[in-house]
């Protein structure tokens, strides 16, 4: 009964047809983000997105606390001569920083311009160097949580990419190479924990070819999701840094036998705002957003149907049932009267609220009321001294469920291709090839820029994981496959 | 026996004798920040810092959506045209504002600077005009947890002061004024429950006189606590800003009767990170830190005492404590074997571990373990079936004593003058003093710098409680008082 006659007021185009306008509608009409801030590229972030945001970073720093990283709070300022230490480091970021030149009503000019922060390693490494002495200091693990700031030259897109974002970065040093390398395994695990299993978002490891590397980095591993419009999101990269950094920044240690050593340097950089985007544009359909369970700022809303003559009654067992679930979720009775509840259903599922709970005063008269998830839109009566209990069941399937969705999509996704044409045609397809490549060293370049040239995809690299397809020729130069590479477009 | 031929190493300078160097060597060897970071003004603050100060914020963010506000996260850079639509505001802020002017490498110079953010009200404000319109939308409580960035001119001083500082910030829209001014007892409230209860800081509001206001505010109240050295530090600030900027920001709704009104508005900032300094300071003693219970990263330190003949039995009983304690607490056993628990012990002391648990070989034959809190140094002999209990009692009663012991201090150190001698003498002994004091408006200001020449302290205001002290003449001037107003030297 309810919602009849309410014209449908999801998102106007649809996620398929368009993806770009799709989000973008999403965006404003869920009322996560507003692009009318007066400086380019800077958006402000609104409660909807905050709260879920702020979870995500909690989740986040507790795992990491749980593999022992420490929480610092560094400067947001780096003064240049710091990144002039690592020569790739600066000519990778040079373009892209926002530089504070002035203080004050002009008078102040610095000597030396002030960075504004686009990722920490040359602030951190600068302290590093005082505060690792000894082995006995190592292995040593700091994480921050904050912003960083980076003028970017691609197109921005709210939480995808911005000029200032919001990220977790981690820096670890180690006494061996072997140790770094098991951080860098532990890194990925920890993504998947995070990334997977409680964001839902199913990820493949690439290591990056090596044109394609993090300025500074021996070796880049980055997370790649794929959004229904067949383009992939990087989501936490970690890359070796062995000791590119530690020896310009003297990140040394006397090991047991005396010996002055160079320490080796891993980093980690789950970009939490970016991840929420990825998250939003994954999850979300034509109605509007759909969140994982933890992370929606609304776990389950409680819509009366209101009738004149039975509005105590039903207005009282709605706040019965808010009663029974708030000890453990969060949950809201919506008791606008300036709304119809066909209006309040299409609002809370534009904001992806996972748990409705539909009150009329038939259900009361029978002790029961409709139970509806929001990623499948199943509706189930169920009385009411086992709504926790449902609830509960919804709450620990529904994010596996969530994830279960994205895993198949992306199995589908793949596609194996022996020569350009194959290639150009899947990926033209939306799809993520799979292909024989020549090398991931510097001499593989020319091919990774033939295929971008003729499809606008990237070499995304090849799987961290076991790879179990092998292929004889490289798919644009036809000479022998040193490796198996992914290939897709990118965000 | 324990701690016996170990030379006690806390702090060498007592606190009484030189508050300064005290709190510096506190911040060194409890590892709190870091001041050798290359830019001045600037520290590092340590994980031991960083995991109360973040606890800090989840209780003070926890508070203001208890209240009704709702997060944000606004860009960090502000355009300087949006400094320049309030007057006032900008005269105040603009000799401390630190300016993004290029980026890049160089070749992008920004036609307009863009402020770091020293406070967001210009920022924040210009996106109210947008969102609100309608009486409907208000009140409107919004707030942004952030660092902030000043060019100070004043001394820094870790956490105290610094030029970059990690506050949250509460800007609230109303219909009414009287809304508003409920609002501001409202941040009282908030104040009081956060600063006062969780952080053992008791503090005095005082409305500040006319000639130290905020930059753009109608009228300014601020908390102040008291330290040892009988300067007092402000902590939040709550200002009615009315409408000075709703007018040129154009913060507007329409009223029921279809009017365009300007809204009122407040702001409220609680600066997170100079609230932990300040906590640092007042709670900490010549054996180092003392932290309210919930804040500190470890509440209960066991430290066993080691015989080769006994060390099995007396760390299994140790793990056994812990494992009684580890759901409800922070708890850690000191396992070093290159440490004397003497040394353990100073250490954790150092630290502000609330509750240490001493566990030796005697205390294992009697079923015991030896509980010493950090705040009071008693020691008690505690059966280990009760420990749990005992820890327990601990932690309900430890915050309230810290700021019970404060409490009386500050009330014992308010001293009557009637006279410029009687002031003079009192503030020399480190008070703060309360006297008759000829206006609150900008005619007093005079009296003002009188106080201020002569002792370096400054007219804190009035208090916002009921004061039941009068006086008859200004202590300065001699004309009739029209305000009991406070004076003391500030941080």
């Given at each position: ?12 185009v649809s ?36 709260i879920s945001?702020k ?5 986040y ?14 400067p ?14 600066v ?26 922060r686009?990722?920490?390693?040359t ?9 690792i002495?000894?082995?006995k200091?190592l ?14 030259s ?9 000029r ?5 970065e ?29 964001f ?6 690439f ?7 993090f ?14 419009s ?6 936490p ?36 705002s970016r ?23 609304v ?12 509005k ?6 709605c ?16 008791e ?8 309040k ?9 996972p748990v ?7 259900d ?22 086992g ?35 194959e ?11 799979r ?5 991931m ?30 292929f004889l ?7 022998p ?6 290939v897709?477009?990118s965000?």
């Amino acid at each position: 009964m309810a919602g009849k006659g309410i014209k449908k007021k999801g998102i106007t185009v649809s996620k398929k047809d368009d993806f770009s306008a799709w989000y973008g509608e999403l965006v404003q009409k869920a009322e996560l983000a507003d692009l009318r801030y007066n400086i380019k590229g800077f958006v402000c972030y609104m409660p909807w997105a905050v709260i879920s945001i702020k979870k995500m970073f909690a989740k986040y720093e507790k795992a990491l606390e749980k593999y022992g990283h420490q929480p610092l709070i560094m400067p947001s300022l780096i003064p240049e001569s710091n990144f002039h230490l690592e020569a790739k480091h600066v000519e990778g970021f040079a373009p892209e920083v926002f530089w504070v030149t002035e203080a004050g009503d002009g008078k102040k000019k610095f000597e030396e311009k002030l960075a504004l922060r686009p990722t920490g390693e040359t602030a951190f490494y600068k302290m590093y160097s005082l505060w690792i002495q000894s082995y006995k200091d190592l292995p040593f693990k700091r994480y921050q949580s904050g912003s960083v700031w980076r003028y970017e030259s691609k197109m921005t897109r709210p939480f995808f990419r911005g000029r200032e974002f919001h990220w977790i970065e981690a820096h670890n040093v180690f006494a061996t190479l072997s140790d770094a390398e098991k951080q860098i395994k532990e890194d990925m695990k920890i993504t998947h924990e995070m990334i997977g299993d409680e964001f839902a978002i199913p990820v493949i490891f690439f290591e990056r070819p090596k044109w394609d590397m993090f300025p500074g980095a021996v070796r880049t591993h980055a997370a790649d999701a794929l959004t229904e419009s067949g383009k992939v999101i990087q989501l936490p990269s970690t890359h070796l840094l062995g000791t590119n950094f530690s020896k310009p920044f003297d990140v040394s240690f006397v090991d047991k036998d005396g010996e002055k050593r160079y320490g080796y340097i891993t980093c980690y950089g789950p970009a939490i705002s970016r991840i929420y985007g990825a998250m939003v544009a994954i999850h979300g359909d034509d109605v509007g957003l759909v969140l994982p369970f933890d992370l929606a700022p609304v776990q389950a809303v409680i819509v009366p149907i209101l009738f004149e003559d039975s509005k105590d009654n039903v207005l009282s067992e709605c706040r019965k049932i808010e009663k029974m679930l708030s000890g453990r979720y969060s949950v809201k009775v919506d008791e606008r009267d300036d709304k119809s509840p066909g209006e309040k259903f299409n609002e809370w599922e534009m904001k992806g609220v996972p748990v409705r709970i539909e009150v009329g005063p038939k259900d009361v008269e029978k002790g029961q009321a409709v139970v509806v998830t929001r990623h499948d839109g199943k509706k189930n009566a169920v009385k009411v001294s086992g709504i926790e209990k449902a609830v509960t069941d919804i709450a620990k399937r529904f994010t596996k469920e969530l994830k279960d969705r994205q895993m198949k999509n992306f199995a589908e996704r793949i596609v194996d291709c022996k020569t350009m044409p194959e290639l150009e045609k899947a990926i033209s397809d939306n799809n993520i090839v799979r292909c024989g490549f020549c090398s991931m060293e510097l001499d593989g370049e020319k091919c990774a820029d033939i295929i971008k040239d003729k499809t606008g995809a990237e070499v995304r690299g090849k799987k961290v994981d076991k790879e179990n397809k092998k292929f004889l020729k490289c798919v644009v130069c036809g000479k022998p496959a040193k490796e198996t590479v992914y290939v897709a477009k990118s965000y």
